[in-house]
């Protein structure tokens, strides 16, 4: 998906003195996975919760809640998985 990009502080990007646009479908997935239900005020219920699937007790239906939120965001996910190394996703291209 085209979009307004972000660097990784969630700034906007400015190329030429113009907002930079271009495929942002790895921001949507940083923010949706990072994001917890709450954070974002138009879509209450929108938020993954990856940190405390990290540090916690995992939820057996994380993976197939994260990958319906991301088709919701028009990036639909072929695999997700959380394991000791972090958390491990492919995107349908």
Known sequence: MKGIL???????????????????????VRHLLLSS?????????????????LHGK????????????LAQCLVPADELSVDNEGVNIKLKK
């Open 6 to 28: 972000l660097d990784n502080n969630g700034d906007i990007i400015k190329a030429n003195g113009v907002i930079a646009v271009g495929d942002n479908d790895e921001q949507i």
């Open 37 to 53: 239900p709450g954070n974002y005020f138009y879509a209450q219920t929108l938020g993954a919760r990856v940190i405390s699937m």
């Open 58 to 69: 995992p939820d057996p239906f994380w993976a197939g809640n994260a990958k319906k939120q």
